[in-house]
């Protein structure tokens, strides 16, 4: 089942579960069933992180020009919130922000548009995250948003402080949204 978000573009998948005793099965994707509704891009590469503490943060990261990405992205080990941001500049929605709780036990996956900025931070210890995407990775072309950027003003869920959350060196030196180019 798809779920249209307010943010246009922005989409969350829910697949169908069939349990037994022996477990589970679910399509985690589908071409068509994808793009019967509305997601039409190919995707070239999966992408894998693991993350080994809570309140680890990954992102805000996104790609400019001909190297922008759209993800389909889905945690596969514990949880997450994830969330987008849209920098879109002719979207009615342009600087908004949306969060959506994936986990292994909900095995939900949102699907982010070319254009928008991404990220997620981890709500427990051992998390592991899948992404597609439909564009192969451009160093030159990466760009990250600072997960504090007062502009954007991101409710991460918890009250970040130094001592309670943890950034690569690359997310610390992310830039505002005033800064980028993009």
Partial sequence: MFKDLWINGVKVYEPKIFEDERGLFFESYNKNLFFNNGITCEFVQDNNSKSLKKYTIRGLHFQIGKYAQAKLVRCTKGSILDFVVDLRKDSKTFLSWEKVELSENNK??????????????????DVEVSYKVDNFYNKENERTLIYNDKTINIDWGINLTKENVILSEKDLLGKSIEELDF
């Fill in 108 to 125: 939900k996956m949102i699907f982010v548009p070319r254009g928008f900025a991404h990220g997620f931070i981890t709500l427990e210890d």
